[in-house]
């Protein structure tokens, strides 16, 4: 078993067509929707954490980029700016998972990607702007 | 048996100096008593880094050809004060550049301001300058604009006037909905409290009664070399003090100066307080001559024995009824969860203290390799229990 987030990006011409629920019928792939949205311009972006088998889970992705739509690794996503941190621990206060926590003796701030659902609610709470989106 | 600061200079000098850190003289204390440690340590170092909003910066422009006397000036879009001189300008650390929707869309960014201006000076980036004057005949010019970095003007201060507070409030919220506060972002219902000092480390909390800190005490300040000149505002010394002597509500403050041309971005850092406005992140360090065995016995204070008061930011914070929900120590909010009425909260710095600990490290070693000589306070501050000798 593997479990992975990545990010979709939909073009336009595919935003409504059912290409996810097809992970689960043909692909045997189990998803949790971490983030959904559709753009201004009609272009999709979908946040999904995919379980299943390694090999169906590559087979399910090739599947999905044959359709035209981008696949990323969700840790990618949000980034801390290591120069620009300064550890004030104004993130904890916000952060629903524990991808934000304090080491108690260094009282230094960590950032795990593995376990940031990209809600954003770091983003503008720290005060230096030291997490940063990239999409 | 005391020691004076000029001796301990003298042994700075000679490069013989006993010079710990805040977290380490609690060891030294507790293993050899407060006598015997005051004898082995020279000096404890002290520091701190977190947002300070009465802060800025004094710059002496230079004058442009024809000469001017500028009425109204921006730098990089922030407004600045020019009400003193031709040439001399004042940036406040929260002042907004023009066009910022502030808080028109609730909770609002706030991305560039006078602290952001000021560390882009520091890190030695170009900035826009845009002056305008009504014209006099000796200073006829009426337009300036020009990009200039910190390295192009002829004098730049940080002028702080209100620093490095001894004590603060712990923040919560006893409403039903978020709130946006200088204090960051706190849940409703007592979501979580968040705190903002360096406890132990922090620079009054361990010389409580102002015994060796004055004016002209020489501070590590944005990363190079500053002075307290004088109390800061809001400077209150009859606070209650726990058994130590430590106040156990926000009590004294300090105004620092020093030449921005040595300072580091690493210290001095703008930020955007979502829904409140811009700041400043400074970093500041004390070095704390040992004196005596009072003076050290101040300094070992711990994180276990200082308490802040906890305060709902919802109604009792801005509508200043003074009400203190509770107390806790620095102890427990460093653990990350507090115990308040029977609720377990979590807990956020917004002081570093891991920067804090950077400051402390630095100053030792500034002092230990001779570089750093202490000041000789020719005034003390203002101190209502040391004066009346209440403690
Ligand atoms: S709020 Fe930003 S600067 Fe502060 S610890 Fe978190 S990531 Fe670092
Ligand atoms: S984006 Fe959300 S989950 Fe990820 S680090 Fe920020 S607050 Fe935590």
């Given at each position: 078993m593997v479990r992975h987030k990545v990010v979709l990006h939909f073009p336009h011409e595919q935003v409504d067509k059912p290409i996810v629920s097809k992970l689960v019928r043909d692909y045997n792939l189990d998803f949790n929707i971490l983030k959904a949205s559709i753009t201004p311009r009609e272009e999709g972006l979908l946040v999904l954490e995919i379980t299943g088998e390694e090999a169906d889970y590559d087979r399910g992705m090739e599947y999905i980029r044959g359709c035209g739509v981008s696949v990323q690794p969700l840790s990618q996503d949000i980034r801390r700016n290591e120069e620009r941190?300064?550890?004030?621990?104004?993130?904890l206060a916000v952060c629903?998972?524990?991808a934000l926590s304090a080491?108690?003796?260094?009282?230094e701030v960590r950032f795990d990607d593995e376990e940031c659902?990209?809600?954003?609610?770091?983003v503008k709470v720290c005060p230096p702007r030291a997490m940063e989106i990239h999409y | 048996m005391g020691k004076t600061i000029a001796e301990i200079n003298e042994r700075i000098k000679r490069g013989e100096a006993v010079v710990v850190t805040a977290e380490e003289v609690i060891g030294i204390v507790e293993e050899k008593g407060t006598a015997q440690a005051a004898r082995e340590v020279d000096v404890v170092t002290t520091g701190t880094f977190g947002p300070m909003c009465s802060s800025g910066a004094f710059v002496n422009l230079g004058h442009a050809q024809p000469r001017m006397k500028i009425h109204r000036a921006w730098l990089n879009e922030v407004p600045v004060f020019?009400?003193?001189?031709?040439v001399d300008i004042y940036i406040g650390a929260t002042e907004m550049a023009e066009h910022d929707p502030l808080n028109e869309v609730f909770?609002?960014?706030?991305?560039?301001?006078g602290g952001h201006l000021i560390e882009d000076l520091v890190a030695g980036k170009s900035v826009r300058l845009r002056a305008t004057s009504y014209g006099t005949?000796?200073?006829?010019?009426r337009s300036w604009e020009r990009d200039l970095t910190l390295?192009?003007?002829k004098e730049a201060w940080l002028f702080n006037?209100?620093?490095?507070?001894q004590n603060y409030n712990v923040a919560v919220n006893l409403s039903d909905r978020v709130i946006y506060t200088y204090m960051g972002v706190l849940r409703p219902n007592l979501g979580n409290a968040n705190y903002c000092s360096a406890g132990q480390l922090s620079p009054l909390l361990n010389d409580p009664l102002f015994r060796?800190?004055?004016?002209?005490?020489?501070i590590f300040l944005g990363g190079g070399v500053g002075y307290v000149?004088?109390?800061?505002?809001?400077?209150?010394?009859a606070v209650p003090r726990g058994p130590g002597g430590?106040?156990?509500?926000p009590a004294g403050t300090i105004s620092v100066i020093g030449d921005l041309?040595?300072?580091n971005p690493r210290y001095l850092t703008g930020y955007s307080i979502l829904g409140y406005g811009a700041s400043l992140a400074v970093g500041i360090g004390i070095p704390i001559p040992v004196l005596d065995e009072e003076v050290i016995r101040a300094a070992a204070v711990r994180d276990e024995d200082l308490v802040a008061p906890v305060v709902d930011y919802s109604i009792d914070y801005p509508q200043g009824?003074?009400?203190?929900?509770g107390e806790v120590t620095y102890a427990q909010l460093k653990s990350g969860s507090i115990d308040l009425e029977g609720k377990e909260i979590p807990t956020a710095p917004l002081s570093s203290y891991s920067r804090a600990r950077e400051i402390a490290e630095t100053l030792k070693d500034w002092i230990a390799r001779g570089r750093f000589l202490l000041g000789e306070p020719v005034e003390l501050l203002p101190c209502e229990a040391r004066e009346e000798g209440v403690v």
């Amino acid at each position: 078993m593997v479990r992975h987030k990545v990010v979709l990006h939909f073009p336009h011409e595919q935003v409504d067509k059912p290409i996810v629920s097809k992970l689960v019928r043909d692909y045997n792939l189990d998803f949790n929707i971490l983030k959904a949205s559709i753009t201004p311009r009609e272009e999709g972006l979908l946040v999904l954490e995919i379980t299943g088998e390694e090999a169906d889970y590559d087979r399910g992705m090739e599947y999905i980029r044959g359709c035209g739509v981008s696949v990323q690794p969700l840790s990618q996503d949000i980034r801390r700016n290591e120069e620009r941190c300064t550890h004030c621990g104004a993130c904890l206060a916000v952060c629903p998972t524990d991808a934000l926590s304090a080491d108690r003796t260094t009282m230094e701030v960590r950032f795990d990607d593995e376990e940031c659902v990209a809600c954003e609610l770091c983003v503008k709470v720290c005060p230096p702007r030291a997490m940063e989106i990239h999409y | 048996m005391g020691k004076t600061i000029a001796e301990i200079n003298e042994r700075i000098k000679r490069g013989e100096a006993v010079v710990v850190t805040a977290e380490e003289v609690i060891g030294i204390v507790e293993e050899k008593g407060t006598a015997q440690a005051a004898r082995e340590v020279d000096v404890v170092t002290t520091g701190t880094f977190g947002p300070m909003c009465s802060s800025g910066a004094f710059v002496n422009l230079g004058h442009a050809q024809p000469r001017m006397k500028i009425h109204r000036a921006w730098l990089n879009e922030v407004p600045v004060f020019c009400g003193i001189a031709a040439v001399d300008i004042y940036i406040g650390a929260t002042e907004m550049a023009e066009h910022d929707p502030l808080n028109e869309v609730f909770p609002g960014e706030f991305r560039y301001g006078g602290g952001h201006l000021i560390e882009d000076l520091v890190a030695g980036k170009s900035v826009r300058l845009r002056a305008t004057s009504y014209g006099t005949d000796c200073y006829p010019n009426r337009s300036w604009e020009r990009d200039l970095t910190l390295a192009d003007v002829k004098e730049a201060w940080l002028f702080n006037p209100r620093n490095a507070y001894q004590n603060y409030n712990v923040a919560v919220n006893l409403s039903d909905r978020v709130i946006y506060t200088y204090m960051g972002v706190l849940r409703p219902n007592l979501g979580n409290a968040n705190y903002c000092s360096a406890g132990q480390l922090s620079p009054l909390l361990n010389d409580p009664l102002f015994r060796t800190i004055g004016i002209g005490t020489r501070i590590f300040l944005g990363g190079g070399v500053g002075y307290v000149v004088w109390h800061g505002t809001q400077h209150n010394t009859a606070v209650p003090r726990g058994p130590g002597g430590a106040p156990t509500r926000p009590a004294g403050t300090i105004s620092v100066i020093g030449d921005l041309k040595g300072m580091n971005p690493r210290y001095l850092t703008g930020y955007s307080i979502l829904g409140y406005g811009a700041s400043l992140a400074v970093g500041i360090g004390i070095p704390i001559p040992v004196l005596d065995e009072e003076v050290i016995r101040a300094a070992a204070v711990r994180d276990e024995d200082l308490v802040a008061p906890v305060v709902d930011y919802s109604i009792d914070y801005p509508q200043g009824t003074g009400r203190v929900l509770g107390e806790v120590t620095y102890a427990q909010l460093k653990s990350g969860s507090i115990d308040l009425e029977g609720k377990e909260i979590p807990t956020a710095p917004l002081s570093s203290y891991s920067r804090a600990r950077e400051i402390a490290e630095t100053l030792k070693d500034w002092i230990a390799r001779g570089r750093f000589l202490l000041g000789e306070p020719v005034e003390l501050l203002p101190c209502e229990a040391r004066e009346e000798g209440v403690v």
